[in-house]
């Protein structure tokens, strides 16, 4: 393999195989230049592509999806959401020792949102409720036959995984407090309305500003039909209390989908701060603040 081959699954990228995969698939873009993009994300490499494209390959198993989801799918949302989202521009295929689909797309400027510049905005938290609204309202003619295979495992089946989690996290987190509050989102009643579109993976890191004002939602690779309480985990990642009073109050939640929603904010929390905390001082805050303003309420 030109790269080095693959170490525990996840395949050696570096900008030499990015170069030569767009230039062997895409030849008109292989005068343009190409750069890699810091930070990237835990999913993907990213390389800019000339001033106007990026290119995202993943890296593990787990976001082979993205790359043709995003491109079925982002341009029949996009029209009905009020901020921008990601323009799917063209899906590369394996090739050259890389093993799975990639993507083009359009590149959205813009900043990173942060808690500190936008955490107390109780406009930012409704503009994101109003997103989420467009978006849960939003209902192709295909999703019947697309449910199955866009369907998110319910919450009960991070059962185990987040009782180890909270066991292992015991001495940083309060474990009787995790507990209770898991075991409440698991008894909580399930959605009770159709199924609807969600993010998947709608936090702080997925959100961009321009201006200091919310400009894009990002990595749609969680992208879904089912109930929206996954959502509400950006509530938890960068809302303070008053901004999330005025975020719940928009969106007009029920305490059952306030409850699951804390639920899944706990488990994603967990899984993170045990995945990367020891090794990443930025996902180890990041996350103790989610895990701990999902036990605040």
């Known amino acids: 393999m030109p790269t080095g081959g693959t170490t525990h699954s996840r395949p050696a990228i570096d900008t030499a195989l990015a170069r030569r995969l767009v230039d062997t698939q895409f030849p008109q873009w292989a005068g343009l230049p190409l750069r890699p993009f810091e930070p990237a994300g ?6 800019r592509l000339g001033t106007e494209l990026s290119v995202r390959l993943p890296r593990h198993a787990g976001a082979i999806g993205q790359a043709r989801k995003e491109a079925e799918w982002l341009p029949r949302l996009a029209p009905h959401l009020p901020l921008a989202v990601p323009v799917p521009v063209a899906v590369g ?18 900043e990173v949102a942060t808690v500190e510049a936008l955490g107390d905005c109780a406009e930012t938290a409704v503009r994101l409720a109003e997103f989420l609204t467009a978006l849960h309202r939003f209902a192709p003619e295909e999703v019947p036959a697309a449910q199955s295979r866009l369907a998110a495992p319910p919450l009960a089946d ?19 407090a995790m507990t209770e509050l898991w075991e409440a989102a698991l008894r909580a009643p399930a959605w009770a309305g159709p199924p609807v579109w969600f993010h998947g993976d709608f936090h702080t890191g997925n959100l ?7 400009s894009a939602v ?7 039909i089912g ?11 960068l809302m303070s209390a008053g901004s999330r009073a005025a975020f719940r109050t928009a969106l007009g939640l029920d305490d059952a989908t306030w409850t699951r929603g804390r639920g899944w904010a706990l488990a994603t ?17 990041q ?3 989610q895990v701990t303003e999902a036990l605040n309420g």
């Not at 961009?208 to 919310?214: K, Y």
């Not at 701060?273 to 180890?284: E, F, K």
């Open 42 to 47: 835990s999913d993907h490499v990213i390389h």
């Open 158 to 176: 991070r059962d185990r995984a987040t009782r180890e989690a909270i066991a292992a996290t015991a001495g940083v987190f309060p474990a009787a």
């Open 218 to 224: 990002i990595d749609f690779g969680g992208l879904g």
């Open 269 to 285: 929390g967990l899984n993170a701060y045990t995945s990367y905390a020891a090794v990443n001082p930025r996902i180890a805050a």
């Open 93 to 110: 295929e394996p090739a050259l020792g890389y093993p799975w689909p990639w993507s083009v797309n359009r590149w959205l400027p813009g």
């Open 227 to 237: 109930d929206p309480a996954c959502d509400l985990t950006v509530a938890f990642t």
């Open 208 to 214: 961009l500003t321009s201006e200091g004002r919310l």
């Open 287 to 289: 996350t103790s603040r």
